[in-house]
């Protein structure tokens, strides 16, 4: 791998942000985590960000460390009780249920203040002058998918194309600048008036294509050029342009 090519994206809150949103995903009990379920699904979203080169954060590798830990604690077998002796044996799991339950109560709120300040922000005072010129306001669309579900499409389209291995890691000399991707993603979607599979986005079996491709939807989310929805969780990904309207 071309230690030069590494990417970090800030898109990706952390470890925990991933655990929670598996949780949400699969409709598990937070209380209750299957942890061999949950470390299968965070591992191949690892895969999925090593496959793009992205320069993967420590923490991520340290919680893929921990689920393996706790998943390995939880295949031993189980000491039998002795009623004599008043033992408590702790789950495995609860330092990570207490970790995701403070996390979620911050995100909830952090989540809570964006909205309020979102609903403030399409305010509008009337002007004291009327102006003949037109001008535009962005339609408001509100996307429930996130990076990670991006990341999942991602690894996704990857198999369907069996794009896995092997894949051209040779950087080209002529490099594709991100804005200019960025022009050509959008330019696509705004000719698709129903929206386009995220996976037509992807059309060269080459390192460097894939990797800006994806940084170059990620931008445009960021953004607000584009969004992205699904029918149901792991069903297909459509990315849409967000068109403006006349007021």
């Not at 198999?159 to 000399?173: A, G």
């Not at 804005?179 to 979607?189: A, G, H, S, T, Y």
């Not at 992807?202 to 894939?210: A, D």
Request: aromatic share 10%.
């Amino acid at each position: 791998m071309n230690e030069s090519y590494l990417i970090k994206i800030d898109a990706f809150e952390g470890p925990l942000d991933l655990l929670l949103h598996l949780i949400n995903q699969l409709e598990i009990d937070i209380y209750d985590i299957p942890v061999a379920e949950i470390t299968d699904q965070y591992n191949d979203y690892i895969r999925a960000m090593k496959n793009l080169e992205l320069n993967i954060a420590s923490e991520y590798l340290v919680m893929a460390a921990t689920l393996l830990a706790i998943k390995s604690q939880m295949l031993l077998p189980k000491q039998e009780i002795n009623e004599e002796i008043d033992d408590y044996e702790e789950d495995p799991r609860e330092e990570l249920i207490r970790r995701l339950i403070e996390y979620r109560k911050y995100k909830e709120s952090a989540e809570q203040l964006k909205e309020k300040e979102l609903e403030a922000s399409q305010v509008y005072m009337r002007p004291m002058t009327i102006f003949s010129e037109e001008y535009y306001k962005p339609e408001i669309i509100k996307s429930d998918q996130s990076v990670y579900d991006m990341l999942k499409a991602f690894d996704r389209m990857l198999l369907r194309k069996e794009w896995n291995r092997p894949l051209d890691t040779t950087i080209s000399r002529v490099e594709i600048p991100i804005e200019q991707r960025m022009q050509d993603v959008l330019n696509i979607v705004r000719s698709e008036k129903s929206g386009i599979l995220f996976d037509k986005l992807f059309t060269e079996k080459s390192r460097q294509h894939i990797v800006v491709t994806f940084i170059a939807l990620l931008e445009l989310m960021k953004n607000g050029d584009i969004y992205c929805k699904q029918e149901d969780n792991f069903t297909d990904l459509y990315i849409f342009v967000r068109n403006t309207k006349k007021v």
